[in-house]
């Protein structure tokens, strides 16, 4: 079951720099899209979403982007600081199913 | 701001026995999810709890698995007779819509 992708396992960015994490999906039925943070031997933690009606959602330094045509979502994270440094996880969620179906992650590391 | 909680951190059993993982949602919080993660794979899903029964689970979550709210504020994931591929992180997590879902710390189960 591979209905959300994340091809990139690592990403490494210049603190200050603009981080771009990127998911795609397979399964054109989700209707919610969310990103996580997560550092070792913690739960994720949620950080931004977006309903699949919209295209773009925003919340201080964090920016989601869906293009629902590709099927694809993007996380900015600008500018990218240290305490950035952890795995990131895109998930989906549709009306009456109950659960998120989560992408492998991407470990993004701030380099200072 | 309010979290969920999870006891204990860490659980070490032996094979064949029974373990209770516990979980207090937070409280205004209608929708309660079990999930795990195995280490170096993608967080997975268990099942979903609602109105006091459960409303989906995955494949995983054969006979050994069960779950309970026994009162208003802590939810419970217990596994029968646990098994060496039971060892993971597993998280709880809560929502009011279902959409969003807010994770616990986790309890990572070590099966010996």
């Known amino acids: 079951d591979q209905q959300v992708k994340q091809n990139s396992p690592s990403l490494s960015v210049q603190e200050g720099r603009i981080s771009i994490l990127n998911c795609d999906y397979t399964?054109?039925?989700?209707?919610?899209f969310l990103w996580y943070k997560k550092y070792p031997a913690e739960g994720p933690t949620f950080l931004i979403s977006?309903?699949?009606?919209?295209d773009k959602n925003e919340d201080g330094r964090f920016t989601v982007f869906l293009n629902k045509s590709a099927k694809h979502l993007s996380l900015h994270i600008v500018p990218s600081q240290p305490g950035d440094s952890a795995v990131y996880f895109c998930?989906?969620?549709?009306?009456?199913?109950?659960?998120?179906?989560f992408g492998t992650g991407t470990r993004l590391t701030i380099i200072p | 701001e309010p979290e969920v909680t999870q006891t204990p951190s860490h659980q070490v059993t032996q094979m064949g026995q029974e373990v209770i993982l516990r979980c207090v949602p937070i409280?205004?919080?209608?929708?309660f999810y079990w999930y795990r993660q195995i280490l170096g794979q993608k967080v997975e899903f268990l099942v979903s709890?609602?109105?006091?029964?459960?409303?989906?689970k995955s494949e995983i979550f054969d006979d050994q698995f069960s779950v309970e709210r026994p009162d208003g504020s802590n939810f419970t994931l217990k596994i029968r007779s646990t098994k060496l591929e039971d060892s993971a992180m597993y998280f709880c997590?809560?929502?009011?819509?279902?959409?969003?879902?807010?994770f616990g710390p986790g309890t990572r189960l070590t099966v010996l």
């Open positions: 977006i309903s699949s009606i919209k």
């Open positions: 399964n054109s039925m989700f209707d919610y």
């Open positions: 998930a989906a969620w549709n009306f009456g199913n109950e659960k998120l179906t």
């Open positions: 997590a809560s929502s009011y819509q279902g959409n969003e879902q807010f």
């Open positions: 409280s205004n919080h209608l929708y």
């Open positions: 709890f609602y109105n006091n029964e459960i409303s989906e």
